[in-house]
């Protein structure tokens, strides 16, 4: 009783809107409302009894869902258009069958030719309401040609019998004759009366695809087969047009249908007759009218017309077609094509909105292709990389031009500066970001002139220096930065190349700017390029190379600074991570006495007195001894990690140690100073770090120490919060580096000053070193590239050109080292005590010489030096 009474309701509620409608609609100037409501009204909307008569009533609710759907307006429109429904009529010549109409006989005509045997298809027709019953039957055996369209004959002679294209013309689009023809002469018509508009502010654009290769199942046979054959197209136009009028614009034939419902009126039988018939031909109606619809995604609609939408993506009926077979009208983006606009693309995971407009630009930019902007900057999540998917996109969104124009206009050049600056301001991107950002965002022509737009770029240069200056010149600003130190008691074992990585991986790929060592000829100017970069790498930093108030102020963790410059102050204010590299036998000892000792400025800190034109610690004075602890407390804080590099001792591999302080910086007294690890922040990896490493190993390598290094805080940090009195050397699960800073302590706790043992310090710091890495053995014969002449015997030679000649060198090949003469070539090779240590793990004394050693130094008992004829050439790389 209930259902029943709810059905009454909304029966009801249906015959009350209804009745409104047809009220509302008598009033119609359109020929098909006025036929179809004069049936319409002549049917009984309830029952002699005063019941609800239900078939009534819901016929005439698909006239009230027709007039809805006629009168929905919108600029953009998918359109479907089928060949054989288009050109062809039933072959209903029974007055009585309820699909009968009288335009069917007298348009009655010879069946279009059978171009894809579409015709000859069979197709089930059911013989009861209920479809429970039926029969196969070919199509043209239910279908004749239409007369008044004789004159289209075929689909088009762009496609052979299997739907391929053919013939196509000088820009490889399908030639665009027959039905094709007819339906692209309905595209050009709308886009003449378009272009009409001279004022308008939306880009007139359609597109047309022919899709003839489409495929579907068959269940009685077990084989698939083509689908008819149709056309799909989307239409942007510059004003909002009804569906009732886009339909008459492609043609659609509502004349026959006006014509139908006269006859309806005039020869139904009775009134079930009537609404049998008026029935019918709504449901016609309303199947035409699904032909016609407003895309919810412009683009996806776009991406479908070759089948590359995600829905079509993932229905494996759906064949995929080429872009060249879309036929683009575009009056209003000149340059521009459909592939640019649909940004179309194979890759089914992001086939959708937006994002995959990003993902195709991103992957066939040849800016983005060059420099690797998907690979390394964008991604699905927030802080997963430097931008998102969703942020290009939000970027992307703002690129606008005004009809006709090949630039963005200037309301989209002040979009584009505003939601950048604002994305900064709020820590989204970084202020180097600007130009990798709008290349990422934009088409390389767009984004090409937009970095070229001079006064574009000094207005995003002008806002970007004010923000800059702004925060900098904030009190309560703060940059937060680490330095890590990566020394190696040798050169050439990968601490620069550790450096890069872990400074890539921990700015987002953004590039790390890079300090070059101090030139005695030249004024050290370390800052005067700085740009705002989040890292800097201080390759091969000497402890003289910075003054001590300089070092103090740019190792600052928190402290914005200035370092003075040739030209004008700069601030490297936004660095966030700053590496250290040299090579020091002892490490972080030697840096840190090395810059107590000859840093610019430690000598009026009264731990140092001159001594025959050295100046030397002040050893066994209490005085002196505060005054350098106090310098020491302050240098080691601002060196957070220490990174020791070492090679394994068989000399295949690479050990790396992660240490930190021993004390909380927080102004209470440390008795003794060091730096401390764990066994976690310890590993050996097995390979050696050096220019035949490949980058994705040495990002493996990055990423470990980078794990290692946030490993090591955490437990530090943990540490302190439960023993904040202690230093951690002191603690559980930490190991002392025992680094040795030049202080000592009484049994009061004060400290004193020892020399230090064995070679001066002066020694170590103000001269250069014997070797430069660059040239030392290891560099290069990581760098040699040997070869051959073509007629030797290779398995005699003792040479292998293959392999990385410090590898050959170490399995005890000749590798080659200098030439002599015309045609000779002087080689180095182990001898077999050497070979001998090698082979059995004790390689460390034979990788000291080849990093003290240059290919024309070279004098040891391990090697010995020779001659080879067989080697052709060999360069350095």
């Known amino acids: 009783m209930k259902d029943k009474g709810n059905n009454a309701h909304s029966l009801e509620k249906k015959r009350d809107d209804v009745e409104q409608l047809l009220a509302r609609m008598k009033h119609s100037s359109v020929d098909l409302h006025k036929t179809v409501v004069s049936v319409l009204t002549k049917l009984p909307l309830t029952n002699s009894n005063g019941t609800f008569n239900a078939d009534m009533i819901n016929t005439v609710w698909k006239y009230k869902q027709i007039v809805d759907s006629l009168a929905e307006t919108s600029r953009r429109w998918a359109i479907s258009k089928h060949f054989i429904y288009d050109v062809c009529l039933p072959d209903i010549s029974d007055s009585n069958n309820e699909d009968y109409s009288p335009v ?289 996109g939000e970027l992307r969104r703002l690129g606008k031009k005004q009809p006709g124009k090949l630039c963005f206009s200037n309301r989209s050049k002040d979009s584009i500066l505003s939601l950048v600056m604002h994305w900064i301001r709020t820590k989204r991107i970084q202020f180097s970001d600007c130009q990798i950002l709008i290349h990422a965002a934009f088409n390389d022509k767009d984004a090409d002139a937009l970095i070229a737009d001079a006064k574009f770029m000094d207005r995003l240069s002008n806002v970007l220096a004010a923000e800059e200056q702004a925060i900098i010149s904030d009190p309560a600003a703060v940059r937060d930065m680490t330095t890590y130190c990566i020394f190696a008691a040798q050169g050439g074992i990968g601490k620069t190349r550790l450096a890069n990585a872990m400074a890539l991986l921990m700015d987002k790929y953004r590039k790390p700017y890079q300090v070059v060592t101090r030139n005695k000829q030249v004024t050290f100017d370390p800052f005067q390029n700085y740009e705002s970069e989040t890292s800097v790498i201080m390759d091969e930093l000497n402890p003289s190379s910075l003054g001590w108030a300089q070092i103090k102020d740019l190792l600052d963790p928190f402290k914005i600074p200035y370092v003075g410059s040739r030209f004008h102050n700069k601030s490297p204010w936004n660095i966030k991570h700053t590496f250290i590299t040299n090579v020091f036998e002892n490490g972080i000892s030697d840096y840190v006495n090395g810059v107590l000792h000859y840093a610019e400025g430690v000598s009026s800190l009264g731990y140092l007195t001159k001594d025959g034109g050295d100046w030397n ?152 070193p014997a070797v430069p890495p660059t040239q030392n053995l290891i560099t290069i014969l990581n760098r040699t590239k040997v070869f051959l002449w073509p007629d030797v015997d290779k398995t005699k030679v003792h040479v292998d050109p293959k392999l990385n000649q410090l590898d050959a060198l170490l399995k005890g090949y000749e590798v080659p080292i200098e030439k002599v003469g015309f045609d000779e070539i002087k080689t180095l090779k182990l001898t077999k005590e050497a070979l001998k240590l090698v082979n059995s793990d004790h390689s460390a004394t034979i990788w000291k010489v080849l990093n003290q050693e240059t290919p024309r130094q070279i004098a040891s008992e391990y090697f010995t030096v020779q001659t080879n004829k067989n080697i052709a050439n060999f360069k350095v790389i």
């Open 104 to 392: 069917y006989q007298r348009y009655a005509a010879k069946l279009p030719v059978d171009q894809f045997g579409e015709l000859d298809q069979e197709v089930f027709v059911a013989t009861n309401p209920q479809k429970t019953t039926g029969k196969l039957v070919k199509r043209k055996d239910r279908l004749v040609g239409d007369a008044r369209l004789q004159n289209i004959k075929t689909f088009g002679s762009a496609w052979n019998s299997a739907g391929e294209v053919i013939n196509t013309d000088t820009n490889s689009h399908p030639i665009l004759d027959g039905y094709a023809g007819v339906v692209a002469g309905h595209i050009d018509d709308i886009v003449r009366q378009e272009l009409q508009h001279s004022r308008r502010d939306r880009h007139v654009q359609a597109f047309m695809i022919a899709h003839t290769r489409d495929r579907e199942e068959v269940q009685w046979s077990s084989e698939p087969r083509l689908k008819e054959s149709h056309i799909h197209i989307v239409i942007a136009i510059s004003a909002a047009k009804s569906r009732y009028q886009m339909m008459r614009l492609m043609g659609y034939n509502f004349d026959d249908l006006t014509e139908t419902f006269e006859w309806i009126a005039q020869n139904s039988s009775d009134e079930e007759d009537m609404r049998e018939r008026a029935d019918s031909f709504l449901s016609t109606l309303i199947g035409a009218i699904k032909n016609y619809v407003v895309p919810a995604d412009y683009c996806a609609a776009l991406r479908y017309l070759v089948h590359q939408s995600k829905k079509a993506v993932h229905d494996p009926q759906k064949t995929t077609y080429s872009s060249n077979e879309v036929i683009s009208w575009l009056p209003d983006d000149p340059g521009q094509t459909y592939d640019d606009i649909a940004s179309i693309h194979d890759n089914e995971s992001i086939a959708n909105n937006l994002e995959s407009q990003v993902l195709y630009h991103l992957q066939n930019s040849a800016y983005c292709q060059a420099h690797h902007i998907l690979e390394k900057y964008v991604g699905a999540r927030r802080g997963d990389k430097a931008f998102t998917f969703e942020q290009i």
């Open 617 to 768: 610690l002040i050893t066994n004075d209490i005085e002196a001894g505060k005054h350098y602890v106090s310098q020491l407390s302050q240098l080691l804080r601002r060196l957070s990690f220490v990174i020791n590099l070492a090679p394994t001792e068989n000399g295949r591999g690479t050990s790396i140690k992660v240490s930190t302080i021993n004390f909380q910086p927080s102004g209470r007294q440390v008795d003794h100073y060091d730096y401390v690890h764990t066994q976690d922040s310890c590993h050996v990896f097995r390979t050696v770090i050096n220019d035949d490493l490949r980058e994705k190993d040495m990002e493996k390598i990055a990423k470990k120490v980078i794990q290692m290094v946030n490993q090591l805080k955490v437990q530090a940090k943990e540490a302190f919060k439960a023993n904040p009195d202690r230093l951690l050397d002191e603690v559980d699960g930490f190991i002392a580096d025992r680094c040795d800073f030049s202080v000592r302590y009484n049994a009061k706790h004060e400290p004193y000053l020892v020399a230090k043992d064995g070679e001066s310090v002066s020694a170590l710091f103000q001269s250069e």
